[in-house]
């Protein structure tokens, strides 16, 4: 191989070096090679629902759907037409829980009436009243309403926008009543387990947070020390025994141990909290983590000691959020909906970011479930509601840095291998063919003249003897071929050459030994 291919081969393994090591850098920062695809359903109208929940509550085995706004509620079949629906004259606040414990949940609402009372009643899935009470007394009208299967009996607890709580009965009797704080909303209420027995968790939006016992009861109170916009009750660490997760308005996001309501962790997100919800992000499913929406559009997920495990953000305000596994990879996914419909996915191992199509105005709820089988996300906003499944599509499987890069890395050898093994072309020479007979004696003579400038070379030291040969020798060729060309073309010539018998190398008439290879030539 000559120079010219050794070059070629170098230049070639530095050139797929490159390619492969930019292939192997990309391939390792790849974060995701799939996308997430949204796919509408049903879709039923309903102004601005604020309760979305997907679960059997007619007793067929079917995930039925229900769903409040602030004057009606409605049940709908799991294709999307109505069960019921109910209109009412008066604000509403709802619930579900099983009153007549037929292993069927029933939709508990707390009307307002007049200023500092309210209807409380339970309805079947038929819209049947199957219980009812009145709660007079309120200072205001409800902010909360919640059904607490306490040890001694199931409650339906109520909450005012002026700190006030008030259970009632089986019999629709006033159990107790209590204050969490005066001149305040009740900001959370949520039922929570402390050694196997169930306790009330409520929060005021002063942030003032309690647990109560079926007697109204405090076991413990807790402070939090800025306004209160969430509270949620979660149990993260699988041990039968529930957490409280507190958001505040000025960004704190607070774990407390149900049992003493000590400070599990305390961390700032640095903007109000607008949701909380729980899931399975990181595949250990002996624990759950948090994913933690804020009034500016940020968008965390916490370990339940409080580690941050991904961090993001959407466009507008945080409305709601979704935890659910979407693609049944055993990982839930987390979907968060915003102020200005936008739609976004998260995935729940990494945060990796998929924009989904947009609503078309402010989502108000959201929720998702298993509906025919199938994951099945609900969306509500001001205008109605949607059903749609989310799917996840992969990239093909040549969709690989790596792969292009060896398939770059094999072109490239290939086309540094035929240039290698290429014969180099042959040097330029004169061509005598089709010529006149001027033009031939020009170039004979301009051919002695080169001969003579490579001996000159040559006796003067300027060229080496091995390079003077090759020279000469290619000169004397073509030198040989005009004059066989001008012989060919009736021209008397003296022949200046003759060939050396052993080589075939050209020398110059009357020389006794050939130049290039040394023999003796008998004239």
Known sequence: MNQRGTVTLVLAVVIIMLIMGTSAGLAWNQTETAKYTQHAGWSYAMTAPVTLQLMDLTGDGRTNLFAQNDRSIALLNPDGSEHVRRQFD????????????????????????????????ALNASGEQLWSAQANGLRSQPSRVRFVRFDSGWQVVVGDEDGQLMAFDLSGN????????????????DDTTVDGVRYLAAANQDGSVALYDASGLPRWTYQLGEPIRRLRTFDLDGD?????????DAGRLVLLQAADGSERFSISIGQSIAEIRDGE???D???????????????WAYSLNGAALWSA???????????????????????????SGGLTLFTGSSGSRFPLAARSAEITSMEAGTVNGQATTVVGDQVGMQTMTIRRETAPWWYNPLLIGVLLSIGVAVVAWFFATNPARPAVEVSAVDQSIEGLRAQRTMLYERIADVERLRDTGEMPAEAYLLRLRDLRKQLADIEAAMLKAGEAVQ?????????????????????????????
Do not use: F, H
């Open 90 to 121: 008066n604000q509403i606040m709802s619930t579900l829980g099983d009153i007549n414990n037929d292993a069927v949940e029933e939709m508990i609402l707390a009307l307002t009436l007049s200023p500092g009372v309210a209807a409380l009643q």
């Open 313 to 339: 953000a959407v466009a507008d305000r945080v409305r709601d959020i979704v935890v659910y596994d979407q693609d049944g990879n055993g990982v839930d996914d987390v979907l968060v909906g915003d102020r």
């Open 281 to 283: 992000l990181n595949g």
């Open 240 to 248: 039968n025994q529930n957490e409280i997760v507190l958001g505040g």
């Open 174 to 189: 006033e159990v107790w009543r209590t204050n969490l704080s005066s001149g305040d909303i009740i900001r959370g209420l």
């Open 495 to 523: 022949v200046q050459t003759v060939k050396c018998p052993n080589c075939g190398g050209s020398v110059t008439l009357g020389s006794d030994r050939c130049d290039y290879c040394g023999q003796v030539i008998i004239r």
């Open 285 to 299: 499913p002996s624990s759950r983590e948090l994913v933690v929406g804020g009034r500016d559009g940020g968008v």
